[in-house]
């Protein structure tokens, strides 16, 4: 009886997100959607469904599958040292033994960058690595370089200065959200385990990465939506056309552009949306599925 | 043997400072660059980027007032939105994730996973069809629109749910119920002050995020008097041909400055919001 | 059932809180509407801008206008704002009345079905000889949907002291007719290169001049929707290629320090050595707003005030400006479109506008509200050639034209903007032509053939425009 009410319980404290989504957030995910299907431009009030034409156009066009490619290549590259420093940071800043000084202020320079303005940062990037920039200056007059180089015309510098802003912008991110899984680990958990003998990595492997997996699939997963919508910096960086030879052309910045054509192509850039969607979807599902089987069995492995 | 160890790990933390301070001077060269600018004219920004300050730090300021900008009201309508939106994300988020993770009702799992898929939905064009949907509803113009939708934000529950999974203890709950409490009470009582940390890194992000997002806010607030300090300064903007930029970063920086405020009052919680003890063994 | 019971005051509660938020809202949006009646019976006209120039108008059209109230909202274009508000607001409630359109997008808009026909406007404009190129922007299929109050025809500038150097004289005649056309340029570009031993350079950078190309054609980019090359763009791929090719050009980009820097003589190469621009492409407001401010480095110790002369240059052509269009939907159709015949069309407004009258003590004194940084200084370039031909003595003494030396600088752009024209420009021009830039770009570094250049562009603008024929 006691446990049948608990479920009662359930649907309330769930019903206020259900009753905010269906107010706020259902009509335009249908909306988007439903445009996937059309011809719809925002500069005519008439359009037409198309039924799967919009998509058809995206598999048969070189400059979509350029942009999931290159989507991809940016946010790994970014991710994988994210991650790195960021689980290097948050095991230092919560280990006991070490007791490190200033943390939080530690923290709060490598949050940072977070707070700068995309716009800002991108023309301060673009400023130092232009031809006339002190990049340049710099490496020609000490002689590494014989002359100037137009670095923001060169596909792999510019996907490296993407890669690092990134990376710059969003690993004390990473290491706020890591550390906030680490310190609700009990201390007493690592004591036992010195006690039993246990090495820094040992205790690493088998106790700070099984706790804090939850939220690990959450870094993961929203670091991967994240990487898949990626636009700011791309987008201001060059010319916003995921110059120089595409090299950045990102998904989004791809959707951008058929939106923000003359005419508003929103029938076609819903297209490109809904397949982005799909596709981090089905990612998302593999990530899910790996990671959660290893932990129920770990899990089944603890009893 | 007692000496080594002890010698190794001072040999560590050395180690480590070096990797923090050479970590620090990465993080911060752009961020200086960026702030110095606040304090250089706008034709020494154009000409080409400086590690020293320069001196229009002052005429700047002028520069910023002469626009005829609320400045004050700027901030408490930052403010008023970013606290709103901030609480209102990190209660609801709880809430809910605390709904999937402690009752085992019909449905969870596929709410759960909705959720999730919510979560994967690319947001940034349905503005366009969320702004037609907010003039529907009349809700146009008016924080309402910025605000609400926070109540049903995937992102934030996602995370709430991960973590509420990795601290969750059946145990102190069905001691509470056991004491009486009602279900929303070991909610407020038990649930919220173990989940602190959390809820405070939770709260950071919700907090930054509402705090300078100006692109939404300028498609769906037209009136001056509700605009807030981002968007204050991004009207800095407004000569098509003649930007002040020393005046713009000077707005910028000076917008940073109560996230900062914000963010150490929040982060002390992250490290602290688990004093209470043991959680999961 | 007492917990539930509970539980549901709690959530009812909160619905009422999370009301409260949302009500004070509502009346704030029916405020102005209520009010106005009340107190003053004044007509609400919404203007939405992306500047605050229009602003100065708006409060001296109050001062002829005084039961009209105009509410102006500034929404920046940097990061695309004020585009995506305004495409989210068509076919809403939320139009505003009157809307500012920027030389990139005011075509689609024109081209559109969401701007209203104010044709009965163009007899103002003949009395006042508007300058044609200034409301043919604002044409599509014969029907008049936007004008202008400023016309922003393209010059060249240069320096005199390089051109007495290397030519032998500064004076702007003998130049033009040295740099007539873009053979001439050329030519004298080659001059220039071997009389500096290659430290000067004919031009900052070669998007500088693309424009002047863009602006000559013969046809259209989509003629009956299908993508065409007029040979004279064709030319410009040939003309930019001898640019980089012969060192004719700094490859600097417009708007970065490399730019900036030739306009005060501070421009030096990564190892240090210094070089010369000889000469700038920029319409009217890019002498009060770049060049001039740019002329003085930023130490003050370099400065090349004084040194410039203005002509037309090898070719005619526009960059930039801002137009006005009446929304469809508005409920103020005769007042909006007054507005706009006051902005755009009014003898004596654009004679304020041009020659200084709207100071900020001007404005302050119809509404004392006005920041103090509102006002308009003397020297925009207005779109009527009755208005430029009565003022433009008036600016033989003024700041701008001791910077060109003494040249009237009013006078150099009025020579210039008759024989500018915009018959051919569409909507889809400013997309088109931004997706040549990078496959032009990666030609001229020699990275893939000019055949590859012109596939990767179609492929671009094929990405962009779904419905364009492309062979």
Same mark, same amino acid.
């Given at each position: 009886? +006691?446990?049948?009410?608990?479920?009662?319980?359930?649907?309330?404290?769930?019903?206020?997100?259900?009753?905010?989504?269906?107010?706020?957030?259902?009509?335009?995910?249908?909306?988007?959607?439903?445009?996937?299907?059309?011809?719809?431009?925002?500069?005519?009030?008439?359009?037409?469904?198309?039924?799967?034409?919009?998509?058809?156009?995206?598999?048969?066009?070189?400059? =979509?599958?350029?942009?999931?490619?290159?989507?991809?290549?940016?946010?790994?590259?970014?991710?994988?040292?994210?991650?790195?420093?960021? =689980?290097?940071?948050?095991?230092?800043?919560?280990?006991?033994?070490?007791? +490190?000084?200033?943390?939080?202020?530690?923290?709060?320079?490598?949050?940072?960058?977070?707070?700068?303005?995309?716009?800002?940062?991108?023309?301060?990037?673009?400023?130092?690595?232009?031809?006339?920039?002190?990049?340049?200056?710099?490496?020609?007059?000490?002689?590494? +370089?014989?002359?100037?180089?137009?670095?923001?015309?060169?596909?792999?510098?510019?996907?490296?200065?993407?890669?690092?802003?990134?990376?710059?912008?969003?690993?004390?991110?990473?290491?706020?959200?890591?550390?906030?899984?680490?310190?609700?680990?009990?201390?007493?958990?690592?004591?036992?385990?010195?006690?039993?003998?246990?090495?820094?990595?040992?205790?690493?492997?088998?106790?700070?990465?099984? +706790?804090?997996?939850?939220?690990?699939?959450?870094?993961?997963?929203?670091?991967?939506?994240?990487?898949?919508?990626?636009?700011?910096?791309?987008?201001?960086?060059?010319?916003?056309?995921?110059?120089?030879?595409?090299?950045?052309?990102?998904?989004?910045?791809?959707?951008?552009?058929?939106?923000?054509?003359?005419?508003?192509?929103?029938?076609?850039?819903?297209?490109?949306?809904?397949?982005? =969607?799909?596709?981090?979807?089905?990612?998302?599902?593999?990530?899910?599925?790996?990671?959660?089987?290893?932990?129920?069995?770990?899990?089944?492995?603890?009893? | 043997?007692?000496?080594?160890?002890?010698?190794?790990?001072?040999?560590?933390?050395?180690?480590?400072?070096?990797?923090?301070?050479?970590?620090?001077?990465?993080?911060?060269?752009?961020?200086?660059?960026?702030?110095?600018?606040?304090?250089?004219?706008?034709?020494?920004?154009?000409?080409?980027?400086?590690?020293?300050?320069?001196?229009?730090?002052?005429?700047?300021?002028?520069?910023?007032?002469?626009?005829?900008?609320?400045?004050?009201?700027?901030?408490?309508? &930052?403010?008023?939105?970013?606290?709103?939106?901030?609480?209102?994300?990190?209660?609801?988020?709880?809430?809910?994730?605390?709904?999937?993770?402690?009752?085992?009702?019909?449905?969870?799992? &596929?709410?759960?996973?909705?959720?999730?898929?919510?979560?994967?939905?690319?947001?940034?064009?349905?503005?366009?069809?969320?702004?037609?949907?907010?003039?529907?509803?009349?809700?146009?113009?008016?924080?309402?629109?910025?605000?609400?939708?926070?109540?049903?934000?995937?992102?934030?529950?996602?995370?709430?749910?991960?973590?509420?999974?990795?601290?969750?203890?059946?145990?102190?709950?069905?001691?509470?119920?056991?004491?009486?409490?009602?279900?929303?009470?070991?909610?407020?009582?038990?649930?919220?002050?173990?989940?602190?940390?959390?809820?405070?890194?939770?709260?950071?992000?919700?907090?930054?995020?509402?705090?300078?997002?100006?692109?939404?806010?300028?498609?769906?607030?037209? &009136?001056?008097?509700?605009?807030?300090?981002?968007?204050?300064?991004?009207?800095?903007?407004?000569?098509?041909?003649?930007?002040?930029?020393?005046?713009?970063?000077?707005?910028?920086?000076?917008?940073?400055?109560?996230?900062?405020?914000?963010?150490?009052?929040? &982060?002390?919680?992250?490290?602290?919001?688990?004093?209470?003890?043991?959680?999961?063994? | 059932?007492?917990?539930?019971?509970?539980?549901?005051?709690?959530?009812?509660?909160? /619905?009422?809180?999370? %009301?409260?938020?949302?009500?004070?809202?509502?009346?704030?949006?029916?405020? *102005?509407?209520?009010?106005?009646?009340?107190?003053?019976?004044?007509?609400?006209?919404?203007?939405?801008?992306?500047?605050?120039?229009?602003?100065?108008?708006?409060?001296?059209?109050?001062?002829?206008?005084?039961?009209?109230?105009?509410?102006?909202?500034?929404?920046?274009?940097?990061?695309?704002?004020?585009?995506?508000?305004?495409?989210?607001?068509?076919?809403?409630?939320?139009?505003?009345?009157?809307?500012?359109?920027?030389?990139?997008?005011?075509? /689609?808009?024109?081209?559109?079905?969401?701007?209203?026909?104010?044709?009965?406007?163009?007899?103002?404009?003949?009395?006042?000889?508007?300058?044609?190129?200034?409301?043919?922007?604002?044409?599509?299929? %014969?029907?008049?949907?936007?004008?202008?109050?400023?016309?922003?025809?393209?010059?060249?500038?240069?320096?005199?002291?390089?051109?007495?150097?290397?030519?032998?004289?500064?004076?702007?005649?003998?130049?033009?007719?040295?740099?007539?056309?873009?053979?001439?340029?050329?030519?004298?570009?080659?001059?220039?290169?071997?009389?500096?031993?290659?430290?000067?350079?004919?031009?900052?950078?070669? %998007?500088?001049?693309?424009?002047?190309?863009?602006?000559?054609?013969?046809?259209?980019?989509?003629?009956?929707?299908?993508?065409?090359?007029? *040979?004279?763009?064709?030319?410009?791929?040939?003309?930019?290629?001898?640019?980089?090719?012969? %060192?004719?050009?700094?490859?600097?980009?417009?708007?970065?320090?490399?730019?900036?820097?030739?306009?005060?003589?501070?421009?030096?190469?990564?190892?240090?050595?210094?070089?010369?621009?000889?000469?700038?492409?920029?319409?009217?407001?890019?002498?009060?707003?770049?060049?001039?401010?740019?002329?003085?480095?930023?130490?003050?110790?370099?400065?090349?005030?004084?040194?410039?002369?203005?002509?037309?240059?090898?070719?005619?052509?526009?960059?930039?400006?801002?137009?006005?269009?009446?929304?469809?939907?508005?409920?103020?159709?005769?007042?909006?479109?007054?507005?706009?015949?006051?902005?755009?069309?009014?003898?004596?407004?654009?004679?304020?506008?041009?020659?200084?009258?709207?100071?900020?003590?001007?404005?302050?004194?119809?509404?004392?509200?006005?920041?103090?940084?509102?006002?308009?200084?003397?020297?925009?370039?207005?779109?009527?050639?009755?208005?430029?031909?009565?003022?433009?003595?008036?600016?033989?003494? /003024?700041?701008?034209?001791?910077?060109?030396?003494?040249?009237?600088?009013?006078?150099?752009?009025?020579?210039?903007?008759?024989?500018?024209?915009?018959?051919?420009?569409?909507?889809?021009?400013?997309?088109?032509?931004?997706?040549?830039?990078?496959?032009?770009?990666?030609?001229?570094?020699?990275?893939?053939?000019?055949?590859?250049?012109?596939?990767?562009?179609?492929?671009?603008?094929?990405?962009?425009?779904?419905?364009?024929?492309?062979?």
């Amino acid at each position: 009886m +006691l446990k049948l009410k608990h479920h009662q319980y359930g649907y309330l404290f769930v019903a206020p997100f259900i009753i905010g989504f269906l107010v706020f957030g259902l009509y335009p995910v249908v909306n988007t959607i439903v445009l996937s299907f059309t011809d719809r431009t925002l500069m005519s009030s008439s359009y037409s469904y198309i039924g799967l034409k919009n998509f058809q156009n995206l598999f048969a066009d070189s400059t =979509f599958t350029t942009a999931i490619k290159n989507t991809w290549q940016l946010w790994l590259m970014n991710f994988i040292p994210q991650m790195g420093i960021a =689980f290097l940071l948050s095991i230092w800043f919560t280990n006991n033994r070490l007791k +490190l000084r200033g943390v939080g202020v530690w923290r709060m320079i490598f949050y940072m960058p977070n707070l700068m303005m995309a716009s800002a940062v991108a023309a301060l990037f673009f400023s130092l690595f232009s031809f006339y920039g002190p990049v340049n200056q710099f490496l020609v007059r000490s002689g590494l +370089l014989a002359e100037a180089i137009d670095f923001l015309r060169k596909p792999a510098i510019v996907r490296g200065l993407v890669v690092f802003i990134q990376w710059w912008m969003w690993f004390g991110q990473t290491t706020i959200l890591l550390m906030a899984a680490m310190t609700a680990i009990s201390p007493s958990l690592y004591e036992a385990a010195v006690v039993d003998g246990a090495g820094t990595i040992q205790m690493f492997l088998k106790i700070t990465l099984p +706790l804090i997996k939850p939220v690990l699939i959450y870094i993961l997963v929203t670091s991967l939506v994240g990487g898949m919508q990626m636009f700011d910096i791309p987008y201001l960086l060059t010319d916003g056309r995921g110059s120089p030879g595409n090299s950045i052309l990102t998904n989004t910045i791809n959707m951008y552009m058929k939106f923000h054509s003359s005419k508003g192509h929103i029938g076609a850039a819903s297209a490109v949306g809904l397949v982005v =969607f799909v596709m981090t979807s089905v990612v998302a599902l593999l990530i899910f599925f790996l990671l959660r089987e290893k932990h129920d069995q770990s899990a089944e492995a603890d009893r | 043997m007692k000496i080594s160890y002890r010698s190794m790990t001072i040999l560590y933390r050395v180690f480590i400072y070096l990797f923090l301070v050479i970590l620090v001077v990465i993080t911060l060269i752009p961020v200086w660059m960026l702030i110095v600018n606040a304090t250089r004219s706008t034709v020494e920004i154009q000409q080409g980027i400086s590690l020293l300050p320069s001196k229009y730090l002052f005429s700047n300021y002028k520069i910023l007032l002469s626009k005829g900008l609320d400045l004050p009201r700027g901030f408490f309508n &930052s403010l008023t939105i970013a606290v709103l939106t901030t609480v209102i994300t990190v209660y609801f988020a709880m809430l809910t994730a605390y709904g999937i993770v402690g009752y085992n009702f019909k449905g969870r799992k &596929s709410l759960y996973n909705m959720i999730i898929v919510l979560v994967m939905i690319p947001m940034q064009f349905s503005i366009i069809g969320f702004y037609q949907w907010m003039s529907k509803l009349g809700l146009t113009d008016s924080y309402a629109s910025l605000i609400l939708p926070s109540i049903a934000s995937a992102g934030s529950v996602f995370f709430a749910k991960q973590y509420l999974d990795s601290i969750m203890i059946q145990d102190l709950i069905d001691a509470g119920r056991i004491d009486g409490a009602t279900e929303l009470g070991i909610f407020h009582r038990i649930m919220l002050p173990i989940a602190k940390p959390g809820m405070f890194t939770m709260g950071i992000f919700a907090f930054v995020a509402a705090w300078n997002n100006f692109f939404n806010a300028f498609i769906l607030i037209t &009136s001056r008097d509700k605009y807030t300090l981002p968007m204050l300064v991004q009207t800095l903007r407004g000569d098509v041909y003649r930007h002040e930029y020393g005046a713009i970063y000077l707005g910028l920086a000076a917008s940073v400055v109560p996230i900062i405020i914000i963010y150490f009052l929040f &982060s002390r919680y992250i490290v602290n919001g688990i004093s209470m003890g043991a959680v999961k063994e | 059932m007492k917990r539930l019971f509970g539980f549901l005051a709690v959530l009812m509660v909160m /619905s009422l809180v999370l %009301g409260a938020c949302g009500t004070p809202a509502a009346p704030a949006t029916d405020a *102005p509407v209520a009010e106005a009646p009340v107190t003053e019976k004044k007509t609400i006209l919404n203007v939405w801008s992306f500047t605050n120039e229009i602003l100065t108008m708006a409060v001296a059209f109050e001062k002829s206008h005084p039961n009209v109230d105009v509410v102006y909202t500034m929404i920046p274009m940097t990061n695309g704002e004020y585009q995506t508000k305004l495409l989210a607001t068509l076919g809403t409630a939320d139009v505003p009345d009157v809307v500012a359109l920027e030389a990139a997008f005011v075509k /689609s808009y024109v081209e559109s079905d969401f701007l209203a026909d104010i044709g009965d406007l163009q007899k103002y404009a003949d009395e006042l000889k508007m300058y044609p190129f200034v409301y043919e922007v604002g044409m599509a299929d %014969g029907v008049h949907k936007a004008y202008a109050y400023q016309a922003t025809p393209g010059a060249l500038f240069y320096r005199r002291s390089l051109a007495k150097e290397y030519f032998g004289t500064d004076d702007p005649v003998e130049i033009q007719e040295l740099l007539g056309d873009f053979d001439k340029y050329i030519a004298a570009a080659e001059v220039i290169k071997e009389k500096s031993g290659g430290n000067t350079y004919m031009v900052s950078s070669n %998007g500088d001049f693309q424009n002047l190309f863009f602006a000559n054609r013969e046809q259209p980019w989509v003629v009956d929707g299908k993508l065409t090359v007029d *040979p004279m763009v064709e030319k410009m791929v040939e003309t930019v290629k001898i640019f980089r090719d012969n %060192g004719y050009e700094a490859r600097a980009t417009q708007w970065q320090e490399g730019w900036f820097a030739g306009m005060n003589d501070t421009l030096t190469d990564a190892a240090g050595n210094p070089k010369k621009i000889f000469s700038y492409f920029l319409p009217t407001w890019g002498l009060p707003y770049v060049l001039y401010p740019n002329s003085t480095s930023s130490d003050g110790a370099s400065t090349t005030k004084g040194d410039w002369a203005v002509i037309e240059g090898p070719l005619p052509y526009q960059w930039g400006g801002t137009w006005l269009g009446v929304m469809k939907e508005t409920k103020n159709m005769d007042l909006a479109k007054e507005f706009i015949r006051f902005c755009t069309l009014d003898e004596e407004n654009l004679t304020n506008w041009a020659t200084g009258v709207y100071t900020n003590e001007y404005l302050k004194a119809i509404d004392p509200t006005v920041p103090e940084d509102q006002y308009q200084a003397a020297g925009d370039f207005v779109g009527s050639q009755v208005v430029v031909e009565k003022i433009t003595a008036s600016f033989d003494e /003024s700041e701008m034209s001791a910077f060109l030396g003494g040249q009237n600088s009013y006078g150099g752009f009025a020579a210039a903007a008759p024989s500018v024209n915009a018959r051919l420009m569409q909507g889809s021009d400013d997309a088109i032509q931004r997706a040549l830039n990078d496959p032009l770009n990666s030609f001229l570094e020699g990275t893939i053939t000019q055949d590859e250049m012109w596939t990767l562009w179609k492929d671009a603008v094929r990405n962009e425009f779904p419905d364009l024929v492309i062979e």
